[in-house]
């Protein structure tokens, strides 16, 4: 029974990992409907060039920095207990991709391409797997520390923080750095619009994500006996939270619809598996407003051209999930317990200081040293013919 446990347990991980690995499918989908037709082909090689590079970062740096475990063993010693210890890494790993995912739509349009694979090793290798030991890990004795102080450990159980809310800050650093897009804000306070190439297709990308993340949230589990029934739950009432706040908010605008969702889901990864379902909603609704009022701001007001928000719905949606884990992950709002505020408060605070530090030194270094921002010429005629040398819809490459 034992050795059947195990290869329940192999399995069960096995198949979240997959669904993960399609969830970036849903990235590559949702920045290439997002983007300019001429920076379509971009989006979709960005993101498995970065998935291939972060595997390997992975491999041979940041899972040891996490979790104190390599690989560097005959195989004989890695297929034992039904090789569950690789696919645990194969599914952790599709978390830590996700990082330069998320980070790839708020640079898409006018970033190199080879410093960004660049900065998707440092990001994987050193950025991404400090932090996440910290919080799955012990790392450090700082979870001790928070027990101690305030009397639970920081609960994150599916990566609201550890995952989007440092995706999200690296993101904002990045966009920083790297500055807006040519031609998107005038010197005389104008802003010229860079509509959606493709609705059609940001929605598929928005669909992929959705229904990965119930891999992304349930398995996060990682054994058969730990799944629940309440995690899934939660993660739909956040889900219909998110997408109904941000079409009242977003006036019915596509865009935001569809992100909406996303917003809530981030949000309620945190706290899914310690929520009551209507705390799961209000957790999920609230992100989704908070998405299409803080895209609008770092657009229009404060000129941050993060093209796809990815500051907005996974920096701040996933910081307010952290939070929203101490408050109605309680007892006295339906919760199952066991998680502190101050806890929370001070474990996301940690996320965003490390995640906005590592991402400011890895592309300031870049920057500074190879550069990480195309030409103005390469950038008016678009990252596809400029880097892949071919468009999206090639009938000019064609005719002869």
């Known amino acids: 029974m034992e050795n059947f446990k195990t290869s329940a347990d192999v399995l069960f991980i096995l198949l979240g990992a997959i669904m993960i690995l399609a969830m970036h499918a849903g990235f590559a989908f949702l920045e290439l409907g997002t983007v300019r037709k001429k920076n379509q082909i971009n989006a979709l090689v960005k993101i498995l060039c970065d998935f291939s590079a972060s595997t390997l970062a992975y491999f041979f740096i940041g899972y040891g920095i996490a979790y104190g475990v390599n690989f560097l063993a005959g195989a004989e010693t890695l297929v034992q207990k039904s090789g569950y210890d690789m696919v645990k890494f194969f599914f952790l790993l599709t978390f830590a991709a996700a990082i330069p995912a998320i980070v790839s739509g708020g640079i898409a349009e006018r970033a190199r391409f080879g410093p960004q694979l660049a900065a998707t090793v440092l990001l994987v290798g050193f950025v991404y797997p400090f932090f996440e030991g910290i919080a799955w890990n012990q790392a450090f004795g700082i979870q001790a520390w928070f027990k101690s102080s305030f009397g639970e450990e920081f609960h994150d159980f599916a990566g609201s923080v550890v995952v989007h809310a440092v995706g999200g800050w690296i993101g904002l650093a990045a966009?920083?750095?790297?500055?807006?897009?040519?031609?998107?804000?005038?010197?005389?306070?104008?802003?010229?619009?860079?509509?959606?190439s493709s609705i059609p297709f940001l929605a598929l990308g928005a669909w992929i994500l959705i229904v990965g993340w119930f891999g992304f949230n349930v398995m996060s589990a990682q054994t058969l006996d730990k799944i629940s029934g309440l995690v899934a739950m939660?993660?739909?009432?956040?889900?219909?939270?998110g997408t109904l706040v941000a079409l009242v908010v977003g006036k019915n605008d596509p865009g935001f619809?569809?992100?909406?969702?996303?917003?809530?889901?981030?949000?309620?990864?945190?706290?899914?598996?310690?929520?009551h379902p209507i705390g799961a909603l209000v957790t999920g609704g609230v992100a989704g407003g908070l998405f299409v009022v803080m895209f609008t701001l770092t657009q229009n007001r404060w000129k941050i051209d993060d093209v796809l928000g990815v500051w907005p719905l996974h920096g701040l949606c996933g910081a307010w999930g952290g939070l929203a884990a101490g408050i109605f992950g309680a007892k006295s709002l339906g919760g199952l317990g066991g998680v502190a505020f101050m806890s929370q408060l001070a474990g996301t605070a940690l996320g965003i200081v490390i995640a906005f530090g590592g991402g400011l030194i890895v592309y300031g270094a870049l920057k500074a040293f190879v550069g990480i921002r195309l030409d103005a010429e390469d950038e008016f005629n678009g990252t596809d013919l400029t880097i892949h040398k071919i468009s999206a819809s090639a009938e000019r490459e064609t005719l002869w």
């Open 257 to 275: 619809v569809h992100n909406g969702p996303l917003a809530g889901l981030v949000a309620v990864c945190a706290g899914s598996d310690l929520m």
């Open 175 to 196: 966009v920083i750095l790297l500055g807006a897009r040519r031609g998107r804000y005038h010197q005389d306070g104008g802003i010229s619009a860079h509509p959606p």
């Open 234 to 241: 939660n993660s739909l009432m956040a889900m219909v939270g």
